[in-house]
């Protein structure tokens, strides 16, 4: 009763027949340039290994060849990425100078003179826009880890989503830049209030 299991089993497993370096390959070729152009992932580099391998021998090498390159071309791209966006300058409630990447879309990364970049998602990004914006009025800033200020937006981020508070010294500038909030100072305690959106409701 196991015998065509086991037939159908090597058949999927079965080396494809090598074919011809004729146009039909030539086109494929082109397609492999094209596909590599995009990020690469497990999947996509089974297939290219899977193709190069149905090749004849003189043809899998020139291939082999041009899959190295065009990968090794992505990967120093994908690397490089990071470091060609352009940094921007932000100050923070106080008026003290930071300087990031990114944009509130797709998360920032703020950068630091002697230690390492802070990164801030854009998940995290809109989890702390939600948490000033389910609060009616102006609410405590907080951006202190120790002690967690009661009833701030510091505190309400630390304990529903393990985000430091740090967060909110590069965060609320730019959503105030946006002109998405007001922050204002009251004795040594700064505040935040979500402005309501003008735009008419769809």
């Known amino acids: 009763m196991s015998q065509p299991n086991t037939q159908i089993s090597d058949s999927l497993f079965q080396r494809p027949m090598p074919v011809s370096f004729t146009l039909l390959t030539k086109l494929k070729i082109e397609a492999l340039e094209t596909i590599l152009q995009q990020p690469t992932s497990v999947v996509l580099e089974k297939a290219v290994l899977s193709f190069i391998e149905a090749l004849p021998n003189g043809d899998r090498s020139l291939v082999q060849s041009l899959a190295t390159r065009a990968l090794e071309s992505v990967q120093q791209s994908s690397q490089a990425e990071p470091n060609t966006k ?50 009616k009025g102006p609410a405590l800033m907080g951006a202190i880890f120790a002690p967690l200020m009661p009833h701030s937006i510091g505190k309400a981020i630390q304990v529903k989503y393990r985000l430091s508070p740090i967060n909110l010294s590069y965060v609320v500038p730019l959503l105030r830049e946006r002109g998405l909030i007001r922050t204002f100072k009251e004795s040594r305690n700064w505040y935040i209030e979500a402005i309501e959106s003008t735009e008419p409701n769809p």
Do not use: H
């Open 86 to 135: 352009a940094i921007r300058v932000c100050n923070t409630v106080s008026g003290k100078q930071f300087r990031y990447r990114g944009s509130l879309e797709e998360g920032i990364e703020t950068l630091f003179d002697n230690s390492q970049p802070l990164r801030i998602t854009r998940e995290n990004i809109d989890l702390i826009r939600q948490e000033i914006e389910s609060r």
